[in-house]
Each structure stands twice: as C-alpha cells, then as structure tokens.
C-alpha cells in the first residue's frame, strides 16, 4: 500500500498565538509552502463525530478570512455532492455561498460588466 504524508509546522509567540504555519507534502510536489490559515476537520468514526484544527496566524487580515471562508464553503459544497450526491442540498449549501460572498462583497458584480 502506498502511503502520502503532509506536515503542517506552526510557529508561536510568546502568548501561543500562531505566527506561521508551513507545510510539506512530497505528493503534491510542495516543499516548505507558507499559509496564513488551516481548516482541517477529522472524522472519528469510532465516536461518531468531528475533530476540527482551526488556525490562522496573528497577521491574516479580516478581509482574507471572509475570503477564505467563502472560498472553503463553496469547496465544501463541491466535496459534499460528490460525496453523497445530495443535489438538492447542495444546491441550498450554493445558494448560500452566493448570499454569503454578496452580503461581504465579495463576488464582483457580473450584471456591470
């Protein structure tokens, strides 16, 4: 069996805020990349629940999180279709990717153009 690792590397302040967060994955031919947030969610199947590693370091600004949130909610919504093709809700879960990146202004207005 072949096996993939990702290393996520954070680095803290004195208060135990994260600074930077780094990772590796050899797979996907990535060495040492910088990001400035993780969202990571883990199912224990055992316990029959979710484990969550929310990060973000001291120096990502308000508008990059909206942006990442927005960006992760719509991805979620793709991953989720494809994997319980669950069409119904997703289109709901799209809907409300659409009113949450216009109620933060982040979807350009296409009727101006």
């Not at 400035?36 to 973000?56: F, H, P």
Request: hydrophobic residues 35%; charged residues 35%.
């Amino acid at each position: 069996m072949k096996e993939s690792e990702i290393k996520i590397k954070i680095s803290l302040d004195e208060n135990k805020v994260p600074e930077k967060i780094h990772w590796t994955a050899k797979d996907a031919g990535e060495v040492n990349q910088q990001s400035e947030a993780i969202l990571m969610s883990l199912w224990d199947a055992e316990k029959q629940n979710s484990l969550r590693i929310d990060l973000w370091t001291k120096d990502m600004k308000v508008d990059e999180m909206k942006t990442f949130f927005h960006q992760t909610l719509t991805a979620m919504t793709d991953t989720y279709e494809r994997a319980t093709g669950d069409e119904k809700m997703a289109k709901d879960m799209r809907q409300f990717c659409q009113h949450f990146g216009e109620e933060l202004n982040l979807l350009k207005d296409v009727k101006n153009k």
